[in-house]
C-alpha cells in the first residue's frame, strides 16, 4: 500500500484538494512541505510516496516501454487518487494536480491522458512524457483548467524544447497555460513559481486562469 501524507481540512471539507507529487529520489515528506510555503489554509493537500523514491526508473525521454510497468502502475496511482477524491464528493473541478520534475511530468502526462476540468495543473519543471517525435493526440477538452509550467532555460533534465511542446498540446487541447521560463534558474522551485502556484489555488472555480503579474 502507498503511504500518503495529508495536510490541511478534510477533502470534503476543503475547498480544494491538490495531489503533491515529489521527484526522483524525494518523498511525500518532502514535497508535502509546499502546501506550507503556498500558505493556502482551505485546500486539502494529498502527498502520495512512490516506491524506491522513483515514479519510473529511466528519464521521461526515452521510449516508453521501457519505463513500463512503472510509469502505468504510477499514473494508476494518481487515478486512484482522483477516483477516492470523487467518491467523497469531490469534484473534478475541485480538483489540482501539482509536481516537481519527475512528478511535474507524471502529473502532466496524467492530465493530459486524462483531461477534464480541473482546479489546476502546476508543473515544477516538467514536460510530458516520451521520446522526441511521440505521437501528442490525446482526446478530450480542459475546458479552460489554468495551468502553470515553470522550468530553467538550462535544466540539466527538461530540455526546453519539451517545455514549449508541452504548452503547445496543452493549449491545443483548451487549458489556459502560464509557461514561464527563468534564466539560469536551478532545477528547483523558485519563489515566482510558489507564487504562481498559490494564484492558482486561490482562483475560485467558476473564474477564468489568474493573470501573470510580472
Not at 1 to 11: F, S, W, Y
Not at 138 to 149: A, K, L, M, Q
Request: proline share 9%; glycine share 10%; net charge negative.
Amino acid at each position: 500500500m502507498t503511504t500518503m501524507l495529508r495536510q490541511g481540512p478534510a477533502p470534503a471539507k476543503a475547498r480544494l484538494t491538490a495531489i503533491l507529487v515529489h521527484g526522483r529520489g524525494a518523498s511525500a515528506s518532502d514535497i508535502i512541505g509546499l502546501a506550507s510555503e503556498i500558505g493556502a489554509d482551505d485546500v486539502a493537500f494529498i502527498a502520495p510516496d512512490a516506491p524506491g523514491r522513483t515514479w519510473y526508473p529511466y528519464s521521461f525521454l526515452v521510449p516508453m516501454d521501457r519505463n513500463e510497468p512503472y510509469l502505468t502502475r504510477s499514473l494508476d496511482l494518481v487515478g486512484s487518487i482522483v477516483d477516492d477524491l470523487t467518491r467523497q464528493g469531490v469534484e473534478r473541478a475541485r480538483i489540482a494536480l501539482a509536481g516537481f520534475s519527475q512528478g511535474a511530468c507524471l502529473s502532466l502526462e496524467f492530465a493530459a491522458r486524462h483531461p477534464g476540468r480541473y482546479a489546476g495543473v502546476i508543473a515544477f519543471s516538467g514536460g510530458l512524457i516520451g521520446p522526441p517525435g511521440t505521437p501528442r493526440d490525446y482526446p478530450g477538452s480542459f475546458d479552460g483548467t489554468p495551468i502553470f509550467i515553470g522550468c530553467s532555460d538550462a535544466d540539466p533534465h527538461i530540455p526546453l524544447e519539451r517545455v514549449h511542446e508541452s504548452t503547445s498540446v496543452l493549449r491545443r487541447m483548451g487549458a489556459a497555460v502560464d509557461e514561464r521560463i527563468y534564466p539560469g534558474m536551478g532545477h528547483l522551485v523558485s519563489e515566482d513559481e510558489i507564487q504562481a502556484a498559490a494564484a492558482i489555488l486561490a482562483t475560485p472555480i467558476s473564474d477564468p486562469a489568474p493573470r501573470r503579474n510580472r
